[in-house]
């Protein structure tokens, strides 16, 4: 496992889209109890309401859970609800450029999982 | 130094490690330095040896078969609780309950002696428990309106005494604390706080899981009322733990598991408990595990549990010195401790630091070690790095992991 080569440590010391987002339509946090990595990410959709405009996370954690998530927000930036939900484990990974073993997947995941369960509340919220 | 001399006086780690199958494998092509021991230990080939004989042998359930099976195994099974009746010191083997493990043994007593609190008694605990000290007594606060209180932890990493003391009141109905913290290797004083429940007609748990494997215990000299500790952090089997508890309170307990075993006679109405300990035993019960159990405690009394002590506290102070050394390595707990070692190497994440390390084939434990209210809430941190040592580790590897630590703080730097 080469994990932690440039691009990831890059990511982690400069993260992508680091910061709060004013007027976001949806925010979520997630705790992972087990690292105690924290990441919330904030969203703002363009007029169609049903596509990514703008999105920005604020977390704190070790490196894996931090350079996945900021890779993460550069890649959904611009995508519709719909194309996120099509966002697979192995879509991190390949942004992550390795698998991640059994003991740090939480952390690979937990950027994703925090996205989703934003969208799938607003969504749940009628507005989808 | 002199503390290697001193440890190598006791003990050969280079010659015990030949006994662990585990310990010579590789890791990522590098030699398997396994620092991990506070989470599990690695099990000498006595244990395996004994628990697959059994199982080739003379496999067969216990008290009850009439036949030279089950008579060898009961023989094997019950001599299991003598032996670790002997090894922590406790005047009977029926005082000697074979539970899952800790957390089991702790739930055991906390369910059994559920009858005997009312709603507003106290049930005191330290800053520094594993989550399987908080979880079994906050549960019953919340559903039986018991009040749970923390003894608090000095910035030393120590209890504090003086804050215990006043504490302590006639609504105090238990005090239940561990014996070595898994995270600050403090090593409590047990027999201290022991005397000080009874002043207040408190009974007194100990969670030994830290420190049976480690050093000479003797639940006499403790003065606890309850002692539990788990078959695999001291080179035994896992799924299997062992509950201590004075025989007049076990008596009067309330069984924690109902079922085969645990009955003298059954009718359709109802049932007469067995008597100590199967009354706590319900079920099969770990049989081969028990017998693992046994040639473990066997082992560590072969080697002797002042020379394992004294060989940890050595590699700890290697360990502190080696690591405290490094830039930006925080070390944390008391001077005085337990072969183990908590720190944060910064900039490092604990999580990043035990991956880059597993590269080198070094296992350390990165996490909140399930002591969240300590990590988090006491020391303020998310997340640690630990290193706990067992008898096999050598000052050798102690400095592999030193080096691993600087060489991550370079990738991260």
């Keep these: ?128 | 130094m002199t503390m290697t001399t001193h440890a190598n006086a006791g003990l050969r780690p280079e010659e015990l490690r030949k006994q662990f199958p585990a310990l010579s494998r590789t890791v990522n092509g590098k030699k398997l330095v396994y620092l991990d021991n506070g989470a599990t230990t690695q099990k000498p080939l006595c244990v395996l040896e004994a628990m697959d004989r059994y199982y080739r042998e003379y496999n067969s359930n216990v008290h009850r078969g009439i036949h030279r099976l089950s008579e060898e195994a009961t023989e094997a099974y019950d001599s299991a609780h003598e032996t670790i009746a002997g090894f922590i010191g406790a005047h009977s083997w029926q005082e000697v309950i074979f539970t899952k493990n800790t957390t089991e043994s702790l739930n055991l007593v906390a369910r059994s002696l559920l009858p005997t609190f009312k709603k507003g008694d106290e049930v005191l605990l330290t800053q520094m428990e594993h989550h399987s000290n908080i979880v079994p007594w906050q549960q019953l606060a919340k559903q039986h309106g018991l009040v749970v209180r923390y003894i608090p932890v000095t910035d030393e990493g120590i209890l504090d005494l003086l804050a215990a003391r006043k504490m302590l009141s006639a609504k105090t109905k238990l005090v239940s604390l561990t014996h070595v913290s898994n995270v600050l290797g403090t090593i409590n004083p047990v027999r201290e706080v022991a005397g000080m429940a009874h002043d207040h007609g408190a009974l007194c748990v100990v969670d030994a899981a830290q420190s049976v494997p480690h050093m000479p215990v003797s639940v006499q000299e403790l003065g606890c009322d309850f002692l539990a500790f788990s078959g695999h952090k001291m080179a035994g089997p896992t799924g299997i733990g062992v509950l201590w508890g004075r025989t007049e309170l076990l008596e009067r307990m309330q069984p924690f598991l109902y079922g085969g075993d645990m009955i003298s006679s059954v009718s359709f109405q109802d049932a007469e408990w067995n008597e100590l300990p199967w009354k706590f035993e319900a079920g099969t019960p770990v049989i081969a595990e028990g017998i693992g159990l046994a040639e473990a405690a066997r082992f560590l009394t072969g080697i002797g549990m002042d020379s394992i002590q004294r060989h940890e506290q050595a590699l700890a102070r290697h360990a502190c010195e080696a690591l405290g050394s490094l830039k930006g390595v925080r070390i944390f707990g008391p001077r005085e401790r337990a072969g183990l070692v908590s720190f944060w190497a910064d900039p490092v994440h604990p999580h990043d630091l035990a991956s880059l390390l597993d590269q080198d084939g070094i296992a350390i434990r990165a996490g909140h070690h399930c002591a969240m209210p300590l990590v988090v809430e006491v020391l303020k941190q998310p997340a640690l790095a630990r290193a706990s040592f067992y008898l096999y580790n050598t000052k050798e590897e102690i400095d592999a992991l030193a080096a691993g630590v600087k060489k991550a703080q370079k990738v991260f730097g």
């Design chain 1, 1 to 128: 496992m080469d994990l932690y080569r440039e691009i990831l440590l890059d990511h982690y010391k400069n993260p992508r889209n680091f910061g709060k987002l004013k007027d976001a339509d949806f925010e979520h946090k997630e705790f992972n109890a087990s690292c105690g990595d924290e990441i919330s990410i904030a969203v703002k959709l363009d007029a169609s309401r049903k596509r990514v405009a703008e999105l920005k996370f604020i977390g704190k954690g070790c490196a894996i859970s931090q350079a996945a998530t900021s890779m993460l927000t550069s890649h959904a930036k611009g995508k519709t609800l719909e194309e996120l939900h099509n966002i697979t484990k192995e879509d991190i990974f390949k942004m992550l450029g390795t698998e991640v073993g059994a003991g740090r997947i939480k952390c690979a995941l937990i950027g994703l999982k925090t996205l989703m369960r934003g969208v799938e509340q607003w969504e749940g919220e009628k507005h989808g």
